[in-house]
């Protein structure tokens, strides 16, 4: 019997956030931010606490410093009823951090890795994510220790028969060293945004990018910011416009929701077409709070919101 729908294994963070700024700060220069927020980080954690906030039942794995930032990242998860158990302590390291400054709707990020860099393979319970029916990564550059294993382990994943997604995002290193011919054909649904995909594959066009992994793909979810989000599939292509909402005060975790919102889809066995929908409304939706995951706070009217975004 399988007793969760998703295992995350992740990284674990808190972004400090710097709204309403004026200009991005230039060496030897002091500016000001009119708004500051402490909120729960990192790509995992922000689909992780989504993705429960929608209804998909939700464990977590990933390491975290005994110190405030680790309970506070533990509080913000469990009150998404994330499941936490799977969550390691260790108090040799601290809990990773990520000030973000926005501008406008660009932003610029520093992040101090801490405990995720610490998190790998013979961390990972997995008796635990045998019990779930799908294993989701993200954030695959800032996880070391993961990132140097990937392979070997969305291949047990995929032999125990569970469905497998992939978001690698930014590559701080900026050497885009992933095995996608081996990875690709392990992944149910790859989750890249455009620029990632170009760099991924050192193509300089979507379109060749696409080119370059199509006969490698199940499923590939590819995030446009404004312009929407392009689902390939096969030799289908269908790119998706959003509609933006009137309320925008940041794009933090705007990616993260359209993971959450596109797999809650998926898992019920929706079309791609009406995951595709689904995705881009809640990666608009989340836009209309500070953070990654304010906007659904309010579960209530959390599908009230989104339908109207749709």
């Known amino acids: 019997m399988k007793s969760t729908d998703v295992t995350v294994l992740g990284e674990l963070n808190i972004d400090l956030l710097f709204n309403k700024l004026d200009r991005f700060p230039e060496n030897g220069k002091e500016i000001l931010a009119q708004q500051m927020e402490l909120s729960l980080g990192s790509s995992s954690a922000i689909f992780a606490s989504n993705l429960s906030a929608l209804g998909t039942s939700v464990q977590f794995m990933g390491k975290l410093g005994n110190d405030l930032f680790g309970q506070f990242i533990l509080r913000s998860l469990e009150e998404r009823k994330v499941n936490t158990a799977t969550i390691l302590i260790d108090p040799k390291v601290e809990t990773g951090a990520t000030v973000v400054m926005n501008y406008g709707q660009d932003r610029a990020m520093l992040t101090h890795p801490g405990a995720m860099a610490n998190f790998d393979i013979n961390d990972i319970d997995w008796n635990a994510i045998f019990k779930s029916r799908h294993l989701h990564v993200s954030s695959l550059f800032l996880q070391p220790g993961i990132k140097k294993d990937i392979l070997s382990i969305f291949k047990k994943a995929k032999a125990a028969g569970l469905s497998t997604s992939l978001d690698a995002q930014w590559d701080p290193e900026e050497r885009w060293d992933l095995p996608l011919a081996e990875l690709l054909p392990l992944v149910d649904l790859f989750l890249p945004n455009e620029k990632e995909l170009c760099l991924l594959t050192g193509e300089t066009s979507l379109t060749r990018a696409i080119a370059a992994v199509e006969p490698l793909l199940t499923i590939m979810v590819v995030k446009m910011g404004e312009k929407g989000s392009m689902v390939v599939s096969g030799q289908k292509q269908r790119l998706l416009s959003v509609k933006k909402s009137n309320s925008f005060v940041d794009a933090i ?34 836009t209309t709070a500070a953070g990654g995951t304010n906007a659904f706070n309010n579960t209530q009217k959390l599908y009230t919101d989104v339908t109207a975004i749709a």
Do not use: V
């Open 253 to 286: 975790g705007a990616g993260d929701s359209f993971n959450a919102g596109f797999i809650h889809q998926w898992l019920k066995g929706e079309s791609l077409d009406n995951c595709q929908e689904f995705g881009n409304s809640c990666g608009a939706f989340s």
